[in-house]
Each structure stands twice: as C-alpha cells, then as structure tokens.
C-alpha cells in the first residue's frame, strides 16, 4: 500500500533537526510555533504548540524561562522532547524525562533524545514491512498491543523515578548544609 510506504519513508527519514541545525538566533513566540510544526512528524489536525502551552510549561519548571521575549536552542531542543512525549505522557512526566539530564548541557540531554527517537521510529518503520490491505487490521492490533506494553512498563518506571526525586533532593540540602 502506498500510504504505508510513505509512513514507514517518513519514519524513516524524518527526525527533528540536530542541535547545530537548530536557529542559532533568538526567536518570538510566534516564530517558535511555527518552527515547532515542522520539527516532529504529524498527521491530522490534532492539537499543535500554543503560547498558551509554551508559557505553561515555563511556569512548571518544564522549560526554562525566555530570555526577554525570545526563544532560542534549549527552549526548541526541550520543546521538541516535550511535544513527543507528552503524546503518550503526561505533561509533567514529559517534562521531568525532557529535564532529567538538568546537570547536563542540554545540548547532550537533546542528542540522547534524538538518538532515542531515532531508534524507536526505526524499530517502528521495520514494522510496517509490505502488508496488503487485509493486514491492517493485524498490524494496528500488534502496534496498539506494544503501545500498551511499553506505557505500562513506562508507567512503573516514572513512578520509581518520582520515588527516587526526593531522595536526590534531601541528599542535594543535606550536602550543602554540611558545607
């Protein structure tokens, strides 16, 4: 089928653009929505970023505040992970996956992103081998079915993360009140 062709291409091939390929000069809020359609593949109306969004996100501690009104590599890098994740995430757990390397440049934090991404569209994209139209039906089941599995195992695995959160942060004030 040739829209199945064309999904496993763009699975493929599409990724959101490198760190370097990232603008370089600050941008507006408007120009950051714009520039964020483009960096992940979509299909359909569904809901696309918002200001409202943006500054929210600001406001959780989600995303770093901007630098006057402008935008530039770490808000789109973060943004970009936020925009993935919370498809199958909560916000929130977006946000503290998209973060968690805050002792990081974010610069590696986002190359990580990408290189998982990279691994899951493939491993995706391997999926959607030749199938006529009487296999759709099959091959939805079986990709639903893995969804499942990995937001269960996902599920599990931000709980421990949360669990393990105020210990780092009791270990962080103990330390600096013993200095």
């Not at 483009?38 to 569904?46: A, D, F, M, P, S």
């Not at 808000?75 to 990081?104: F, M, W």
């Not at 937001?151 to 949360?162: P, V, W």
Request: hydrophobic share 35%.
């Amino acid at each position: 089928m040739e829209e199945l062709r064309e999904l496993k291409t763009r699975m493929e091939t599409q990724r959101p653009a490198e760190w370097e390929a990232l603008p370089d000069l600050s941008l507006y809020m408007d120009q950051v929505i714009g520039y964020m359609s483009r960096q992940l593949i979509q299909y359909g109306e569904g809901a696309g970023l918002t200001s409202a969004m943006v500054n929210n996100y600001i406001k959780d501690g989600l995303l770093p505040r901007a630098e006057g009104k402008r935008y530039g590599r770490t808000h789109l890098a973060y943004l970009t992970a936020i925009c993935a994740l919370k498809q199958v995430l909560p916000v929130r757990d977006a946000g503290l996956l998209a973060a968690h390397g805050k002792d990081e440049e974010p610069q590696e934090v986002y190359g990580r992103f990408r290189e998982e991404l990279d691994r899951a569209m493939g491993d995706t994209a391997g999926r959607l081998e030749e199938c006529g139209e009487e296999d759709l039906p099959q091959l939805a089941l079986s990709l639903a079915l893995h969804s499942y599995a990995n937001r269960l195992a996902c599920e599990r695995i931000m709980d421990l993360i949360r669990e393990r959160e105020p210990e780092k942060a009791g270990k962080t004030k103990k330390s600096k009140k013993e200095k």
